[in-house]
T-cell receptor, first 110, second 113 residues
Framework: GQQVMQIPQYQHVQEGEDFTTYCNSS?????IQWYKQRPGGHPVFLIQ???SGEVKKQKRLTFQFGEAKKNSSLHITATQTTDVGTYFC??????????WGAGTKLIIKP | DAGITQSPRHKVTETGTPVTLRCHQT?????MYWYRQDPGHGLRLIHY???????DKGEVSDGYSVSRSKTEDFLLTLESATSSQTSVYFC????????????FGEGSRLTVL
């Protein structure tokens, strides 16, 4: 079936550094959502992108949907300890099937 | 937050025993989903339901069955648990406004010894 590749699997950063995770598909996506899962918690919805080239911001988080609607990114500026967790993308493909990325785990170096 | 609860939250069982996990929602939503989450695999769909007595398989349905006799309850059963079914199980429902957002339960951590 269709897949969405999410990279990297892990990212270690110093507090205050930036973090980015990417989701890439070989086919056009109807939309893309981003979720955050804190350690030991459950996924929590962050945002949904629908339009080609869409950019949305939530404080230090910037979400982008590619022009071809085949890729998306989540960028966190100046990470804080509260950002620790795993970030997942979820997309709806052209057949209206839900496809999850495998997640990127954000780890803050001590 | 959407009203969705899972039980039990933690369970340890032995290989070969049956296990049932319950998902309960108070949102009266047609759709309910069961996922399992394992390191390196993200969330994988086990089964989903689109109404009372209407269910379908997901990508990792082998070894699992489900039932939905009431709108509010979606049960996941492992008829004979195996160690490979040790995982965290999440139930999810879409939001009431049908924006596509999913709300998740707190999860059920199952260990099969």
């Amino acid at each position: 079936g269709q897949q969405v590749m999410q990279i990297p699997q892990y990212q270690h950063v110093q507090e205050g550094e930036d973090f980015t995770t990417y989701c890439n598909s070989s086919t056009t996506l109807s939309n893309i959502q981003w979720y955050k899962q804190r350690p030991g918690g459950h996924p929590v919805f962050l945002i949904q992108l629908v339009k080609s080239g869409e950019v949305k911001k939530q404080k230090r988080l910037t979400f982008q949907f590619g022009e071809a609607k085949k890729n998306s990114s989540l960028h966190i500026t100046a990470t804080q300890t509260t950002d620790v967790g795993t970030y997942f993308c979820l997309s709806l493909d052209s057949n209206y099937q839900l496809i999850w990325g495998a997640g990127t785990k954000l780890i803050i170096k001590p | 937050d959407a009203g969705i609860t899972q039980s039990p939250r933690h369970k340890v069982t032995e290989t070969g025993t049956p296990v049932t996990l319950r998902c309960h929602q108070t949102e009266n939503h047609r759709y309910m989903y069961w996922y399992r989450q394992d390191p390196g695999h993200g969330l994988r769909l086990i089964h989903y339901s689109y109404g009372v007595k209407d269910t379908d398989k997901g990508e990792v349905s082998d070894g699992y069955s489900v039932s939905r006799s009431k709108t509010e309850d979606f049960l996941l059963t492992l008829e004979s648990a195996t160690s490979s079914q040790t995982s965290v199980y999440f139930c999810a429902i879409p939001d009431r406004a049908n924006t596509g957002e999913l709300f998740f339960g707190e999860g059920s951590r199952l260990t099969v010894l």
